[in-house]
């Protein structure tokens, strides 16, 4: 055993021996690591590729498959539906989907060169319908193609920036496409000639002065010395599964209980921040409930413990949910009307909580004090008969009035009701993929991509559906060519 670990790197004067070397060493078999697997390939460097499972996947694979791409007048799907996507539309939408935290050199440059990225992919073998699904969905359930999966159309975005839809769904019928694409990945990566490695587990850094020349991996309860003649690629995740980094960075994600990930425990941020990274906006993370399931019930009105609405609920499912966890107490509560009402999935967890044939019955159900709910939905119906909502800005044809009885209020409770949830903060990185120090300069040979950098989706309050994966499959291919391209 070595005295290197996550989070001491090993000087290269105390390496024994090296087992195997490449110009590019890639620690991660997601679609981030995949896509910078195939850059460095395609540019002519020798690469190896780790993985800690048995096989690819990541957080990728359990994905929907979804990929947030726009600008440039639309993709060839968007302007068949009819939607016309200028860069500068795309790109200030993406600014503000990242807001405090937006990377703007990193909304910049995916915003010029989105729709090459989508040649892109289309040519790794990617397929896609083509069609156009409307509606408010969190997955499309057939093999559809263009989704709404964000905010573009709700305040306060849609009065900043033109709205568009732009998540582009792989073509694959039920949910869960992301692991049919990392499959098509992968072919990709073992076709151009990378070598796998799966059953390693990245344990320290390898350094020369300040340059990452290789990484120690562990298999088969042994320490391999791997050389990174290159550079060094970490595309490993985020830390949704580590309890320790998330009560340290983290902690208002323990108000819920359902991470998503795969062996998300933050390794990568540990590996670069020994080498000298920084870790930014590591406080940042999405969480979302199912609400919209079935449908109709993204007519509803949400109300906090105190019977306040808090947010206009035809913006993105995540953003809805991330306020909810800003509000008082362990609960809200989605209002709904019986012309609104369908029985919630059993997965959401979530319960009738009150009815009535009128909101203040709802209201007294709900030991709520006098006037409180009851005023917020009179003011509420009043509005939207007229349709205006001057609180939020809600906007039809989601904005409609709940006026049918009987009435019905669910529960959301944040320890028992499905709140998924996944950190956003990472790796401070360049446009090409190099890691980051406090000063912003580049540590030399380390490189990384994914949920383990902070990247395009940056914000829990501005998430949209497939920025993930845009963010990985694109700054992957980045950290890739640049590695490659290190002399």
């Not at 968007?78 to 539309?89: I, K, N, S, V």
């Not at 909810?324 to 967890?349: C, I, K």
Request: glycine share 12%; charged share 20%; proline share 5%.
């Amino acid at each position: 055993m070595t005295a290197a670990s996550l989070h001491r790197p090993l000087p290269v004067t105390a390496v024994p021996r090296w087992d195997d070397e490449a110009d590019v060493v890639v620690i991660g078999f997601g679609a981030a690591g995949a896509s910078a697997a195939i850059e460095a390939r395609e540019a002519g460097a020798d690469v190896l590729l780790y993985e800690r499972n048995s096989g690819s996947g990541g957080a990728s694979g359990l994905s929907g498959g979804e990929i947030y791409i726009g600008g440039g007048g639309g993709t060839e799907v968007q302007r068949a539906a009819g939607f016309d996507d200028p860069t500068e539309d795309f790109t200030a939408y993406l600014k503000m989907a990242g807001g405090p935290c937006a990377d703007d050199a990193k909304c910049e440059l995916y915003g010029r060169e989105a729709l090459s990225h989508w040649e892109w992919l289309k040519a790794q073998g990617i397929p896609y319908r083509g069609n156009y699904l409307p509606g408010k969905h969190i997955e499309p359930t057939g093999d559809d193609t263009l989704i709404w999966s964000g905010s573009e159309a709700a305040a306060p975005f849609c009065d900043a920036a033109k709205p568009a839809p732009r998540g582009h769904v792989i073509q694959f019928t039920g949910w869960g496409g992301g692991r049919k694409l990392v499959d098509i990945l992968e072919a990709r990566v073992r076709a151009l000639g990378v070598r796998v490695v799966v059953d390693a587990r990245a344990t320290a850094l390898i350094v020369e002065d300040t340059r990452v020349v290789g990484a120690v991996m562990r298999i088969d309860n042994r320490d391999h010395f791997i050389r990174a003649r290159r550079g060094v690629i970490l595309a490993t995740g985020g830390f949704a599964m580590n309890e320790a980094m998330r009560r340290k960075y983290c902690p208002l994600t323990f108000k819920i209980n359902d991470p998503i990930g795969d062996k998300d425990d933050g390794a990568g941020i540990h590996l670069g921040m020994s080498a000298g990274g920084d870790a930014v906006h590591m406080d940042q993370f999405l969480t979302t409930c199912p609400w919209t399931i079935p449908e109709p019930q993204a007519n509803g009105v949400f109300v906090n413990i105190a019977g306040q609405r808090f947010i206009n609920e035809d913006c993105y499912h995540g953003r809805v949910s991330r306020a909810m966890l800003d509000q008082p107490g362990d609960r809200v509560y989605l209002l709904l009307d019986s012309a609104h009402y369908s029985e919630p999935f059993a997965f959401a967890r979530t319960s009738i909580a009150a009815t009535g044939a009128d909101w203040e019955e709802v209201e007294r159900e709900l030991d709520m004090p006098e006037g409180t709910l009851a005023a917020t939905m009179a003011f509420y119906n009043d509005h939207a008969r007229r349709g205006a909502d001057p609180l939020f800005g809600k906007r039809t044809p989601i904005l409609t009035p709940l006026d049918q009885g009987p009435f019905i209020a669910l529960e959301l409770n944040f320890q028992s009701s499905y709140f998924s949830f996944f950190t956003l903060g990472g790796l401070s990185t360049s446009t090409d993929g190099e890691v980051l120090d406090r000063a912003g300069a580049a540590i030399p040979g380390l490189f990384a991509a994914g949920r383990c950098t902070h990247g395009l989706p940056a914000w829990g309050h501005g998430y949209s559906s497939g920025l993930s994966l845009a963010d990985c499959t694109f700054f992957g291919r980045r950290a890739g060519g640049r590695a490659a391209d290190v002399r």
